[in-house]
């Protein structure tokens, strides 16, 4: 009974999959390409902006491998939260079918951020590889660990703002003002070792700097974030899932019955 449960969860999961991979990029000329174009472009005007003077004020590190590790997490988790907080309405339709639920459609568009920038990640770090750009250090497992514990992290956050936007609509509004501000407190134009220290306790509480320099740190050899900790990561990780999860359980027949 588990095993037929989880199949047919697979099944839903893949086929909204698909259904939001049209909607979201069927109706532009470009079609998928701009699932990589969007993301790149950014990069590419702030590599073009600050390079000059992010080489050299960083020598433990490369700048394009430092902006390229700060600026792809940011956008995952960024665009998980948001697009989540309207999955339940966007797919309301389908929830007149019994294997469909809410948190199926949190689950396929968390999947499919993730997909679509863990291939912008791949692919822009093997054009700087290509380009001539040398790594001293690759720690694969730190990596994709902290990679993994950001896409739960994520998911978990997905699922609050889902339920509570489903019960407070003005949600929808009130996240970007969250959302935009963690842009400029998360390491991600800079290294945590340029803040100083007595600012360290408060930046130390968001999750997203910890994903941001632990990514840097398992690709540079001597770049050393002292406050960024993976313990802390995965138990704010645990935390959010948690939440998430009891807030959906508790609320998922009156989402449904609304």
Not at 207 to 231: D, F, K, T
């Amino acid at each position: 009974m588990i095993r037929k449960g989880f199949q047919i969860q697979k099944s839903t999961v893949i086929a909204l999959f698909l259904r939001e991979i049209k909607t979201r990029f069927g109706k532009y000329r470009l079609g998928y390409c701009w699932a990589l174009l969007e993301p790149v472009l950014h990069l590419f005007v702030l590599w073009v902006v600050f390079d000059y003077v992010m080489q050299r004020a960083m020598s433990d590190i490369s700048f394009p491998v430092f902006l390229l590790n700060g600026l792809i997490p940011y956008f995952l988790f960024s665009n998980i939260a948001t697009r989540s907080i309207n999955a339940f309405e966007a797919n309301q339709g389908l929830f007149n079918y019994r294997p469909v639920k809410p948190v199926d459609t949190v689950i396929a568009r968390a999947v499919l951020e993730t997909f679509i920038y863990t291939m912008v990640y791949f692919l822009l770090m093997a054009l700087l590889l290509l380009n001539g750009e040398v790594i001293d250090k690759i720690n694969l497992i730190e990596l994709c660990t902290v990679g993994f514990l950001l896409v739960v992290f994520s998911f978990g956050l997905g699922l609050i703002v889902m339920v509570v936007g489903n019960a407070f609509p003005e949600m929808e509004k009130f996240l970007p003002v969250i959302i935009k501000p963690l842009y400029f407190i998360s390491c991600i134009m800079f290294p945590l070792n340029a803040v100083p220290e007595e600012y360290w306790g408060w930046l130390l509480w968001n999750p997203l700097l910890h994903v941001v320099e632990l990514a840097r740190e398992s690709l540079a050899i001597n770049y050393q974030s002292e406050g960024a900790s993976l313990a802390y990561l995965a138990f704010s990780t645990l935390i959010v899932l948690f939440v998430g999860l009891l807030l959906y359980r508790s609320r998922e027949e009156a989402m449904l019955t609304s």
